[in-house]
C-alpha cells in the first residue's frame, strides 16, 4: 500500500480523495487549515515549509503520490491570498516533495486547477507571468491592485475572481512546463492537473445556502450534462493520477467539469 499526501483534507473535493484513498487502504497524510493530520497555512511560506517538514518526517523521506488540492475560490475578499494560496500553495510545496517522490520509483503528484483558467475572460497576463517566474510578493501585490480597479458591481459578485482565474491559469501552465523537465520526468515523478468545473462543494455553495437552491441551467457558464459535479466526481480522478499503473501521462490538463470548457470553446484542443 502506498503513502499519499492530500491538501486541502478537511472538506470537499479533498475529504472525499483522502476518504477514497484511505478506503482503498493506503496511508493518507491530510494537510489543512483545520481537522487534519497537519495543520498549515499553504498560503505562507512558514505554513508550507511546516506541512512540507512534517510531511517529510511522516513519510520517511519516501512518499508515492500528492493530491494539492487545498485551494479557495474567487469570492475571497483577498486576491493576494488566493494568489498565494492557489499558485504558490501547491507550488512550493510539491517542488519541496520532489526528492521524496522521487524516492518512492513511480512518485505521482496532481493538482487541483479550474475551468475557469479557459472559460473566465479575465487572466491577467501579467499577474501569469509574475506567478510563473515565482515572484510572489510582486504577484500578490498586482493582483491586489488589480481587484480594487475592478468595476463595483464585478468586486460585489467576486472580487477576486481575475486572481482566481489567472492563478488557475499560472497553475496550469506551471504543470506543463515542469512535468517535462528532467528533475521530474526523468526521475519518474509525473505530475498532472485537474481543471474541475463547477462541482458541489462548501467553496462553491458558501454564503449562497444549499445544493437544492443551484439549478445547473441558470449557471452562469454552460452545463451541457444538466449537473453539477460532485466531490467524489473529482476524487476519482485523483485516485486515477496517483496510480503507479498511470505511468505515460505527465503534463496533461483534464477537464472535468460537465462539458463546460468542449462547450464554450468546442475547436480548442
Ligand atoms: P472546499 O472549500 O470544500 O475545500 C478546500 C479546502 O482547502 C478546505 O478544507 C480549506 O480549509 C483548505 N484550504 C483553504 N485555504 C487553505 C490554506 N491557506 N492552507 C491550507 N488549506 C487551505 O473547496 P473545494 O471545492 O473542495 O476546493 C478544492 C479545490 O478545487 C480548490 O483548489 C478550488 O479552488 C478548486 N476548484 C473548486 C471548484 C468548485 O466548483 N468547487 C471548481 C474549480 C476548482
Given at each position: 500500500m502506498a503513502t499519499f499526501a492530500v491538501t486541502g483534507?478537511?472538506?470537499?473535493m479533498g475529504a472525499a480523495s483522502a476518504a477514497a484513498l484511505s478506503a482503498a487502504g493506503h496511508t493518507v497524510i491530510g494537510v489543512d487549515?483545520?481537522?487534519?493530520?497537519i495543520l498549515a497555512d499553504l498560503g505562507t511560506a512558514e505554513g508550507r515549509d511546516l506541512a512540507a517538514e512534517e510531511i517529510l518526517a511522516r513519510c520517511g523521506g519516501r512518499?508515492?503520490?500528492?493530491?494539492?488540492?487545498a485551494g479557495v475560490g474567487p469570492?475571497?475578499?483577498?486576491a493576494a491570498a488566493v494568489v498565494s494560496i492557489n499558485h504558490f500553495g501547491p507550488v512550493r510545496l510539491l517542488e519541496r516533495l520532489l526528492p521524496a517522490l522521487a524516492a518512492s520509483g513511480a512518485g505521482r503528484a496532481v493538482v487541483i486547477g479550474s475551468n475557469s483558467a479557459s472559460t473566465?475572460?479575465?487572466?491577467d497576463d501579467g499577474l501569469v507571468e509574475l506567478a510563473l517566474a515565482g515572484e510572489e510578493q510582486a504577484a500578490r501585490e498586482r493582483a491586489r491592485a488589480a481587484a480594487e480597479a475592478m468595476p463595483a458591481e464585478v468586486r460585489a459578485m467576486a472580487p477576486s475572481i481575475s486572481a482566481y482565474a489567472s492563478s488557475k491559469f499560472a497553475l496550469a501552465r506551471w504543470v506543463r512546463r515542469t512535468a517535462v523537465t528532467p528533475e521530474w520526468a526523468r526521475q519518474g515523478v509525473l505530475l498532472n492537473a485537474i481543471a474541475p468545473g463547477a462541482v458541489l462543494t462548501p467553496l462553491m455553495l458558501g454564503s449562497t445556502?444549499?445544493?437544492?437552491?443551484?439549478?445547473p441551467d441558470a449557471?452562469?457558464?454552460?452545463?451541457p450534462l444538466g449537473v453539477f459535479g460532485r466531490p467524489e466526481d473529482i476524487a476519482f480522478w485523483v485516485q486515477q493520477f496517483l496510480?503507479?499503473?498511470?505511468?505515460?501521462?505527465?503534463?496533461a490538463v483534464l477537464y472535468v467539469d460537465g462539458g463546460t470548457d468542449a462547450a464554450m470553446r468546442p475547436d480548442a484542443q
Open positions: 483534507s478537511a472538506s470537499g487549515l483545520r481537522a487534519a493530520d512518499l508515492d503520490g500528492v493530491a494539492a488540492i469570492d475571497l475578499p483577498d473566465v475572460p479575465l487572466i445556502g444549499d445544493a437544492a437552491d443551484h439549478d449557471f452562469p457558464t454552460p452545463m496510480r503507479p499503473e498511470a505511468r505515460f501521462t505527465t503534463g
